[in-house]
């Protein structure tokens, strides 16, 4: 048995995908693999992802969202970190960030600290780009923007801690595609951009 944990932000939860977003293809695949198995494998995906959740929302959250899931027999376990989008807004002015790049990096660590309490196996995602002619700024927060450039800083952070947990790279393989064909609010993947995901995420785990 292996239970399958993302903790995340609305890429991860699958805003706005009619499919449920690449966490829901992940278990739609683990489902198949239990079927043709004749139920002799068990994979439990929960998907953990919350609109408009940064670092500090995730920090906050995780281990009451995972100790009400834990089973006392897994053979696996394993824990996806998939934020950042949300902490690398920047106001409109240009002078403040959603949650400062220091902030980020140490709510970063303290997560992967406590989850890797409960596992060995703990991934963390890259943060996949934004389409700025769309974000700049939010249509819907209109104080704050998304642009590549905080993404790409916010990034960093991410790949110097990589080697606290294993990184799935997500946003080099966005950025080959049109922007518009994987994002299509300007934040949110598109169905084809979980797509892209789905199938990197599941090549990482191998199960």
Known sequence: MSQIFILGDSNAYGCWDESGGWVDRLKQYYHKKIIQS??????????????GDT???????Y?????NRLSDYPN?????????TND?????????????????????????????ELT??????????????????IPWFSDWSYTNDEVKKYNEV??????????IKINSELVKQNIQDVICDGVHLSSKGHEIVFEIVKDHLQI
């Open 76 to 84: 696996e376990r394993i824990i996806i970190i998939a934020i950042g």
């Open 120 to 137: 060995d196996k703990v991934y963390i995602l890259d943060i996949p780009p934004v389409d700025e002619s769309k974000t700049k700024p």
């Open 38 to 51: 004749n139920y002799s494998v068990d994979h439990t995906i929960y998907n953990l992802g919350v609109l």
């Open 55 to 61: 670092s500090n929302d995730v920090l906050e959250r």
């Open 158 to 167: 991410i790949y110097r801690l990589a080697g606290e947990a294993s990184l």
């Open 88 to 116: 690398s807004m920047l106001s409109v002015q240009g002078n403040k960030s959603f949650v400062d790049i220091s902030e980020f990096e140490n709510n970063l660590k303290k997560l992967i600290g406590g989850c890797k």
């Open 63 to 67: 281990k009451f969202e995972i100790g």
